[in-house]
């Protein structure tokens, strides 16, 4: 079955650390995605990635990093840096050519204590 | 700048009514317009999606939309609302920015159903 699988589920950090989130597909997608949701705020861009050992920042970078090792797998990790990092993370993927639809796998909820 | 506004932020419809999100976009060239619905706490589906051609589209779950190129628009309908229909709707637009695919998402409308 394919799709896009994020880990964990809930994640809870104290300040100052820095925290990895998952996103995985089998989609056999060139593209992914991260965005941040916040209440009434829609979605918001974090990083995206074309290929594999490529990626770019998208509207609101600061405070995160990615790598793109692998075509199925893009982690995101929240560094101390981000200011206000809680929020509910959202992986997603889509084929490269084209304006074409994303997937959307059914995201992590960080909260910082 | 590319834009989608949705001006609803909260709708109640009571099951069995008829329902209309609205949703307007900013774009200069042909735009590629998505619906999709959100549960709580869980990820985006896609309802349905416009390119080209036909400017009335059929989603999943009853759903439809219509393009309306002279009003900006792109409203999601349905004729008769299901207590599972409550979850939260995004309008998004498709745009190559840079070379990569960028989705804009509108801030969302969140829909109650009353029994």
């Known amino acids: 079955d394919g799709g896009i699988t994020q880990s964990p589920k809930y994640l809870f950090r104290k300040e100052g650390q820095n925290v990895t989130l998952s996103c995985e597909q089998n989609?056999?997608?060139?593209?992914m995605y991260w965005y941040r949701q916040d209440p009434g705020q829609g979605l918001r861009l974090i990083y995206y990635?074309?290929?594999?050992?490529?990626?770019q920042k998208g509207d609101i970078a600061e405070g995160y990093s990615v790598s793109r090792e692998k075509k199925e797998s893009f982690p995101l990790t929240v560094t101390s840096a981000q200011k206000n990092p809680t929020a509910f993370y959202l992986c997603a993927s889509s084929m490269t050519s084209g304006r074409n639809e994303q997937f959307f796998g059914p995201g992590t909820r960080l909260t910082v204590l | 700048a590319q834009s989608v506004t949705q001006p609803d932020i909260h709708i109640t419809v009571s099951e069995g009514a008829s329902l209309e999100l609205r949703c307007n976009y900013s774009?200069?060239?042909?735009?590629?317009l998505f619906w999709y619905v959100q549960s709580p706490g869980q990820g985006l589906q896609l309802l349905l999606k416009?390119?080209?051609?036909?400017?009335l589209v059929q989603g999943i779950k009853g759903f439809e939309a219509e393009f309306k190129r002279s009003q900006s628009s792109f409203n999601l309908r349905k004729p008769s609302v299901h207590w599972s229909d409550a979850a939260e709707y995004f309008c998004a637009v498709a745009i190559l920015s840079g070379g990569y695919n960028k989705l804009i998402f509108g801030a969302g409308t969140r829909l109650a159903v009353h029994p």
């Open positions: 774009y200069g060239a042909t735009p590629y």
């Open positions: 989609l056999n997608h060139d593209a």
């Open positions: 990635s074309q290929i594999v050992n490529d990626f």
């Open positions: 416009y390119f080209s051609g036909d400017t």
